[in-house]
């Protein structure tokens, strides 16, 4: 059977929170050193969901949205992939609540299920969706893909790296946006540096230098496989980062970002020292990889020899991410998202895009994706600095109050939700999934604000 061409994204669709609060007003409010949250983490805004809203509402949303929006029939959705780490069912999937949708159309033929594993689902979700698209097991029908979480911190220095969303793409042959197959670079291995044991809680365990040196040892080992076969598929000399027209990278925090982008180039580095670019940084030669990964003067370096395609590269991916927060596995996914709607459809064209995914524990892949037509559809309808505009900003209490009160509430049951104590109209966006109640059995009820 010959492969389906083209195969990739047709239609993608973002959601997050409607309110936020500002991070430099957080940082008053928890009584740290000023640019703290926005110049140490690169964070100007966080989104965040009351009780009302769960990574079923939220997944809900997305979906429907996205098959109003582009004007799919759920009767063409063949295969639905959920990424998520927000468990609130250890047996229930998300893909399952997602049915609810398909109802109406009658069809209850859709291969696919949960993916976990930190902020690794997403991607894990989207290489079945693809796989599946370029099996003998498809069937011709869109796979839809679903990366959806809510980031919640108890009090302390990870709380700022919080936030929430949703991106859900749908897949298919004769695509716009086509992935480079045969080429993934990926990374599995074990680590305790971010973990969820305690299922009473929505907090994780966080190791916040190690998983930080768990990134960038991943991306590491992932960006050079992934470099290895391109040399094997293409017979070119080794090629370096300025192969790609844009990177996106799982982005956590914002300046995590920058430092990682700087390290691809230290990378290429190792390879070809006597390139005139790397002029300025001989002083780094034959580290090995820890001494490289503990050195904070290499880091500097590097981030300076990678600033001037920075802006160009990496900025028009990070509108999003800066402004809503972290987003677990739709993050990488955001970054997709705020690209593909900040730079002009005619722009895009031709261009290339290497993605790093991270999930802590650990999953790592790097991968890769060509734009081979106009995306203006994709473009127009995406419209994320709008809509960023048109949320409600909180303040920093009324944050304070709704982690407290996310607290208290959770895995609780026979529970008529309430909220914060903000009307419908003032928490969601039309359009909106929101949980009304939970009942004694634990099984949850939701509405849709029209």
Known sequence: MMYPQNVGILAIEIYFPKRFIEQAELEQFDGVPAGKYTI?????????????????????????????????????????????????????????????????????????????????GGTNALFNALNWVESSSWDGRYALVVAADIAVYAIGPARPTGGAGCVALLIGKDAPIVFDRGLRGTHMDHAWDFYKPDLSSEFPVVDGHLSNACYLKSLDLCYNRYIEKL????????????????????????????????????????????????????????????????????????????????????????????????????????????????????????????????????????????????????????????????RVKSSPEKFNEVMRLREE??????????????????AFFEGTYYMEKIDAKWRRFYKRRI
Do not use: W
């Not at 064209?349 to 892949?365: D, E, H, P, T």
């Open 40 to 120: 140490g983490l690169g964070q100007t805004q966080m989104g965040f969901c009351d009780d009302r809203e769960d990574v079923n509402s939220i997944a809900m949303t997305t979906v429907q949205n996205l098959v109003e929006k582009y004007n799919i029939s759920y009767k063409d959705i063949g295969r639905l992939e959920v990424g998520t780490e927000t468990i609130i069912d250890k047996s229930k999937s998300v893909k399952s609540v997602l049915m609810q949708l398909f109802v109406e159309s009658g069809n209850t033929e859709v291969e696919g299920i949960d993916n976990k594993n930190a902020c690794y």
């Open 231 to 390: 040399i094997a598929k293409e017979k070119i000399e080794r090629p370096t980062i300025n192969y790609f027209d844009y990177v996106l990278f799982h982005a956590p925090y914002c300046k995590l970002v920058q430092k990682s982008y700087a390290r691809l180039f230290y990378n290429d580095f190792v390879y070809n020292a006597e390139d005139p670019c790397f002029k300025n940084v001989q002083q780094f030669k034959g580290l090995n990889v820890e001494e490289s990964l503990q050195s904070k003067e290499l880091e500097k370096a590097f981030v300076e020899v990678s600033k001037p395609s920075y802006t160009k590269k990496i900025l028009p991916n990070l509108l999003a991410p800066s402004k809503i927060g972290n987003m677990y596995c739709a993050s990488l996914y955001a970054c997709l998202a705020t690209l593909l709607s900040n730079v002009s459809p005619e722009e895009l064209v031709g261009k290339r895009v290497g993605m790093f995914s991270y999930g802590s524990g650990l999953s790592s892949s790097f991968f890769s994706f060509k734009v081979i037509k106009p995306i203006t559809q994709i473009h127009k309808i995406l419209d994320i600095n709008n809509r960023l505009n048109s």
């Open 409 to 426: 509430t959770h895995s609780k049951n026979d529970y008529n939700v309430v909220g914060d104590g903000s009307s419908v109209e003032e």
